[in-house]
């Protein structure tokens, strides 16, 4: 095996291996010159793997190759570890397949020691600046390596800063940084009973062991959780030569974007700091500056840097997130990655990269998180609204968010378990604070700015945010934030607007982006994708919808018909329900027959509402599903009741007596494997007579005719098929309609004997729709309304399963049933139409397995179908 790469042997499709920041290094390092990027070498995640495997312990020959990597290293800079005349210093950097900002640990000014503290004073004529860097070393290495609490450094800086009487940690002199190293080796020793070690090779390989040991800490964990990264990928180790933003005013570190990480816009943007080591960019302990700024105080630098920009993202075909360092006047680039963005920023960025040339149409839709695009429907402040603005801050993640303010992650998750909406209000975030971004509508800070940890997570998730709001004082301890006058505590109302920093305490109503003006060039360049994603696809994309009102969102959002309407909502309606216990409480078919006469009109004005809101398009309609009981009280309620009836003699006494036979008597069990689907209409054919008179009878009542398809639930035999197909044909042959012409009749496939014996039902069937929700239910055994909270969460913590199969489709598993059944059903009918209208019809994955298994149409809710249209077309690309 081979453990250590030098940079130059490195390139960018070796990520796996050298994680993502040691193959870009290297790919920068052939792309811009060896001048551009500081030299060092990548221990792989192999040999991450290797000792997590081997309980901590570096794999075989590692040492050696990192030893020979290292003087190779010494030789190319001229330079040696731990001199006393020009001493090399190096960082120790983590890097894993997948970017995870700030979870894993980085070390910088390794080499530092009381010999080479002197050497770099004395080559670089600086004093203040060598002691500077020793004592960022002992803090950066006694907190990464030896898990000394970062608070305790911080102390020590805010007594000797008050001893001396100065503000700034940038005013302490050299006496001064000479006096707090003495007190971080006192701090170290404390820790750890042990000295400091002045060995700079004993450093490295601290240093080497706690990059990797951080892949398994907590927080780092939790991120991957969050994430779904993989645990067993570990991370890569990047030893890289030190260059200098502390060195003075011509010296200085920044991040830089190739476009407007925000809102795509084609101009770069980012943040700089003079006079400053890269983490006191993204600490969000000093306030950076716009990286606009930094054409007048080094117009060279700038200049190189936003020529790199450009090149980069012509050599790598997407948006570029960058960190660069200036050491007097020279820049050096030290990271690049495709930039994590906000829908926004993808739509507008995916249009620009076509118009301008630098991407293909289907290289630009692979550009879009398919999943991220809810983003562009998430609610922003009404434009309209007139609210007072209290502090303005970073516009860090767009949409809008309001809720109570909470303090910590801790209580955003419990609030949000309560089904209370909340905002996060901190000064700054840090990994540990990840779990609350879930659970709160918004993120709020008063430190950081645009490349800040909760910008960057935020922005991943699609959580609303706002960074930087300097007005804002927030006490932690106290709970509280003051601004000006004011003061805000715990269980507050506030708003925060993550489009354009703005907080406020007025309650401003959220409202659809697509009446916001601003948003004009976003919503063209999302038409733009959306359009060519349906150019590109083969899939079919339908959405389940039940009223007129989600018919037509979802058809000006793309939908091309419905996949499935729910019957059940339409006997759920107040005027509806009366009706509808009478009909099931009939004791005779005649009765019942009586009562579903009532519910017919109804119906049928329901279907002329969807018909008229999908002129034009196919409709599915799926004939009655749930068990009856679900129509009646619950019925240890209703017996509570009856009791209490019973004791006061009410004058209903009877009539409840009645519902509650009825509810004993047709509850069961296992609702959810009893009497229900197909088996109500075998045993209650009028029933479903009554609708497909309803269906058929709407469809008639439309200028323009319309596509029924008449769809019967939970189909286990082919004989059900059959009997079920037989009452619908002869209902629409009193109605003077035909099938094929006038409507088609098909099934859910949604238990896996259907599956096995699709060939047969295939036979009375013109389509399948297959049911993913029951299929993966009944395929499973799990009952959905019950492991989401119970044991899925455990099974994915366990690594039994990746994710919940309610949400991604079990490929493997209930993905086979869906292949099988599509197979054997088209063997025996070519023809026969296949789509899926379950949950998983608008997860960008499952659509990908959907597409390769050759169904003809997914079916999702309106808001997801423009995430279906592009993760069609990605499958298909
Ligand atoms: P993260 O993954 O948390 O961004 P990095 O390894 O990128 O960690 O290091 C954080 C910052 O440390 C970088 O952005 C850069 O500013 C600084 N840094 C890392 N290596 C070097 C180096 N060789 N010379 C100068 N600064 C460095
Ligand atoms: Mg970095
Ligand atoms: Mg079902």
Redesign the pocket.
């Known amino acids: 095996d081979k453990w250590v790469y030098d940079f130059s042997e490195g390139s960018k499709d070796m990520r796996e291996l050298l994680g993502g920041?040691g193959a870009n290094v290297a790919e920068m390092t052939r792309v811009l010159g060896a001048d551009r990027v500081?030299a060092?070498f990548t221990i792989t995640t192999e040999a991450c793997v290797a000792y997590m495997k081997a309980d901590q312990t570096e794999p075989e020959g590692m040492a050696d190759e990192v030893a020979e990597a290292l003087e190779r290293l010494q030789e190319h800079t001229g330079k040696r570890l731990g001199d006393d005349d020009d001493p090399l210093l190096?960082?120790v950097?983590?890097?894993a397949r997948e970017?995870?900002?700030?979870m894993?640990d980085?070390v910088?000014n390794l080499g530092m020691n009381d010999r080479s503290v002197e050497g770099l004073a004395k080559a670089t004529e600086n004093d203040r600046f060598a002691w500077d860097s020793y004592r960022r070393f002992l803090q950066m290495f006694g907190n990464v390596s030896r898990g000394i609490d970062g608070e305790a450094f911080e102390q020590a800086i805010a007594d000797v800063k008050a001893d001396r009487g100065v503000e700034e940690d940038t005013d302490l002199d050299t006496d001064a940084l000479k006096a707090l190293v003495d007190r971080f080796k006192a701090l170290y020793k404390e820790h750890t009973d042990e000295e400091f070690p002045q060995d700079p090779q004993e450093q490295l390989r601290l240093a080497i062991r706690a990059v990797f040991d951080s892949w398994t800490g907590d927080r780092a964990k939790e991120y991957r959780r969050i994430n779904r990264i993989p645990d067993d990928w570990g991370t890569a180790v990047?030893v890289?030569?030190?260059?200098?933003?502390n060195k003075g005013d011509t010296s200085g570190?920044g991040?830089a974007f190739s476009r407007d990480e925000v809102t795509g816009a084609p101009e770069p943007s980012g943040d700089f700091l003079p006079n400053a080591?890269?983490?006191d960019?993204?600490s969000g302990a000093r306030t950076p500056r716009d990286i606009a700024e930094m054409k007048e105080w080094l117009p060279d630098a700038y200049e190189q840097l936003m020529d790199i920009l450009k090149t980069l993202e012509q050599h790598y075909g997407d948006m570029q997130d960058t960190?660069?360092?200036v050491e007097e006047g020279q820049l050096?680039m030290?990271?690049t990655r495709d930039a994590k963005r906000p829908a926004q920023a993808a739509v507008r960025f995916a249009r620009d990269a076509v118009d301008e040339g630098l991407l293909e149409r289907e290289q630009a839709l692979m550009t879009v998180d398919a999943e991220m695009l809810t983003a562009l429907l998430v609610k922003t402040f009404d434009p309209g609204a007139n609210y007072e603005v209290i502090a303005t801050g970073v516009p860090a993640a767009p949409g809008g968010a309001k809720g109570e303010v909470v303090f910590t992650a801790r209580d955003a998750i419990d609030a949000a378990a309560e089904g209370r909406d909340v905002v996060l209000v901190r000064p700054d975030t840090n990994a540990n604070d990840v779990g609350g971004f879930h659970a709160a509508k918004g993120i709020l800070t008063s430190l950081g700015g645009k490349a800040s940890h909760a910008a960057l997570v935020a922005r991943g998730m699609g959580v609303p945010c706002v960074t930087a709001a300097s007005e804002l004082k927030i006490n932690l301890e106290d709970k509280c934030i003051r601004v000006g006058e004011r003061t805000i505590g715990e269980g507050d109302f506030i708003a925060i607007n993550g489009t354009n920093g703005e907080v406020t305490l007025d309650d401003v109503p959220l409202v659809d982006p697509t009446e916001d003006p601003a948003f004009d060039e976003i919503l063209k360049a999302f038409e733009t994708v959306l359009g060519w994603a349906d150019d590109v696809r083969r899939l079919g994309v339908r959405t389940n919808a039940d009223t007129p009102a989600d018919a037509r969102k979802a058809r000006e959002l793309g939908a091309e018909g419905i996949g499935l309407c729910r019957t059940e909502h339409m006997f759920m309606a107040e005027d509806r329900q009366p009706k509808m216990r009478r009909m099931i409480m009939s004791g005779t078919r005649d009765a019942r027959k009586e009562a579903l006469a009532e519910l017919l009109p109804l119906q049928q004005e329901d279907f002329e509402g969807l018909f008229e809101a999908m002129k034009g398009l196919p409709v599915t309609i799926r004939l009655l599903d749930p068990p009856l009981h679900e129509f009646l009280p619950n019925l240890p309620d209703l017996a509570a009741h009856v009791e209490r009836a019973r004791i006061e003699v009410s004058a209903d006494l009877d009539e409840l007596e009645t519902l509650l036979e009825t509810t004993e008597r047709i509850s069961e069990e296992n609702p959810m494997l009893g009497t229900r689907g197909c088996r109500l209409g075998i045993l209650y054919p009028e029933i479903y007579e009554m609708q497909v008179h309803a269906i058929m009878r709407a469809a008639k009542a439309m200028d323009e005719p319309p596509h029924p398809e008449i769809m019967i639930p939970l189909v286990d035999y082919e004989h059900e098929i059959e009997l079920m197909r037989e009452l619908v044909v002869r209902i629409g042959d009193e109605e003077g309609l035909h099938e094929i012409e006038d409507y088609t009749v098909g099934t859910m496939i949604e238990l896996p004997r259907a599956c096995f014996v699709a060939d047969r039902i295939a036979k009375f069937a013109d389509f399948f729709s297959f049911g993913t929700n029951d299929l993966t239910q009944t395929a499973l055994g799990f009952s959905r309304d019950d492991v989401e909270s119970k044991f899925v969460p455990v099974y994915m913590e366990r690594k039994i399963i990746e994710r919940s199969p309610f949400e991604t489709i079990d490929k493997p598993g209930v993905g086979w049933l869906v292949r099988l059944a599509a197979w054997v059903g088209r063997e025996s009918r070519p023809d026969l139409k296949l789509g899926i209208c379950g949950e998983h019809g608008g997860d960008p994955d499952s659509i990908e397995f959907f597409h390769m298994a050759g169904l003809d149409y997914v079916s999702c809710s309106p808001f997801r179908v423009p995430i279906a249209r592009v993760a069609a077309a990605q499958a298909a690309i």
Not at 99 to 102: E, L, R
Not at 240 to 245: D, E, L, R
């Open positions: 920041k500081p060092g190096v960082s950097r983590s890097g970017s995870m900002p700030g894993l980085t910088l990047n890289q030569q030190m260059v200098f933003g570190s991040v080591q890269g983490e960019v993204v960190e660069f360092t050096y030290l990271q």
